[in-house]
């Protein structure tokens, strides 16, 4: 599998759709089928693409582990934390309502280079899927330095975002 984390800036309508749907398979399907194929060709201005730094990241702003809501909010809800739609063997589909999105936007605003730099090289090497090292930190802070403009425009239009992870 390529672990590839994607984030989403959705409405309440798509929102409001995908929690409808009754199974995991029927949501993993929706977004694959229609929520990827849509924003990535019409929308790319509502996808941020983490490829696989989304684990360091996690990691990185939480207490370094890959755990669901670890650690202290907004900055444990950039990736994992939030309201869990989908977790599964294969998939992962997290949901960040408006008001976290709001509080996560002011929160990965504050984190400087240096405090993330702090944190990321705490990381247990042994627990980490990646070398800890300065290659992957800088590979892992420029996706965290890239995501914050889309946090803040999700924020600004007053939307949802989906994290998911193919696993």
Known sequence: MSCLGVL???DQKTVDLIKE???DD??????????EVDYFENNPQWVYELDKA???MHRT???GELEFDNDDYPLSHVILGGEILCENDNYIIVLKDKEQVLEIAAGVSKVS???FAKKYF???????DSSV?????????????????FWQKAAQENRSVLFTVDQ
């Open 21 to 23: 749907l009754l199974s």
């Open 122 to 128: 705490l990381l247990d090497p042994d627990n980490y």
């Open 61 to 63: 702003l939480t207490d």
């Open 133 to 149: 090292d300065e290659e992957d930190f800088e590979y892992t802070w420029a996706y965290f330095e890239d995501s914050i403009s």
């Open 54 to 56: 989304w684990d360091g």
């Open 26 to 35: 029927e949501r993993v399907d929706y977004i694959r089928e229609v929520l």
């Open 8 to 10: 989403f800036s959705v």
């Open 113 to 115: 280079k240096e405090e």
